[in-house]
């Protein structure tokens, strides 16, 4: 379902609490916390078979969705590629470091970081080698404490590697560290990292 109605759980509470109708109705979205802001980023919106490029920031304090336009372009495959229809691509995958959101562009192996003041995105270097993934599905791209994770890894027919790499991000290019890896069957993996 496409849809533009939000709920936020209070951990202290126990309850959800649904928020006010985002701008844009949208599915197959991601959702960053940031800044004290919740932002909601890309997806598929209503009567459009395509990506949407705007994300929307939800403002606890006042209430209100702003929308913020080509805030996730989508870029296009290599030249004379197959386009993907965008239900088959996997959400956005983006993760919040010391309050800096980053994106693993799965199609480019790229890491990229948001600038908020310019409003774009900038390459700070490349995914684990051997991060591969089905336009997008069975990659997970996560913070954990003051690190980047990326969760994935070569598949091949009847199984493949799950790797577990970490970086903490600075000023350089990433320099992905190894932590584990682990023989997987055909079963595609997915996580959420509930604290580190």
């Known amino acids: 379902n496409i849809l533009s109605s939000v709920e936020l759980y209070n951990s202290d509470t126990g309850m959800w609490v649904t928020l006010p109708n985002m701008n844009k109705a949208r599915k197959m979205c991601s959702g960053v916390f940031m800044d004290g802001k919740f932002y909601v980023i890309g997806g598929i919106g209503v009567g459009n078979p395509n990506l949407l490029t705007c994300g929307e920031v939800y403002?606890?304090?006042?209430?209100?969705?702003?929308?913020?336009?080509?805030?996730?372009?989508?870029?296009?495959?290599?030249?004379?590629?197959?386009?993907?229809?965008?239900?088959?691509?996997?959400?956005?995958?983006?993760?919040?470091?010391?309050?800096?959101?980053?994106?693993?562009?799965y199609a480019e192996k790229e890491v990229r970081k948001y600038n908020k003041e310019r409003?774009?995105?900038?390459?700070?270097?490349?995914?684990?080698?051997?991060?591969?993934?089905?336009?997008?599905?069975?990659?997970?791209?996560?913070?954990?404490?003051?690190?980047?994770?990326?969760?994935?890894?070569?598949?091949?027919?009847?199984?493949?590697?799950?790797?577990?790499?970490?970086?903490?991000?600075?000023?350089?290019?990433?320099?992905?560290?190894?932590?584990?890896s682990k023989h997987s069957g055909s079963f595609v993996y997915n996580c959420a990292v509930m604290g580190c």
């Not at 209430?63 to 197959?82: D, K, R, S």
């Open 119 to 180: 409003n774009l995105w900038v390459t700070v270097g490349s995914l684990p080698e051997r991060a591969v993934s089905m336009n997008g599905w069975g990659l997970a791209f996560r913070a954990c404490g003051e690190q980047l994770m990326v969760i994935g890894g070569p598949r091949a027919l009847g199984g493949g590697i799950i790797e577990v790499n970490a970086w903490t991000p600075d000023e350089g290019s990433p320099q992905w560290s190894l932590l584990a």
């Open 59 to 105: 403002d606890l304090d006042t209430m209100t969705w702003h929308e913020i336009p080509n805030m996730f372009p989508v870029h296009n495959n290599e030249a004379g590629a197959t386009e993907t229809p965008a239900t088959a691509k996997a959400p956005p995958l983006l993760a919040v470091v010391k309050n800096e959101l980053y994106a693993a562009y």
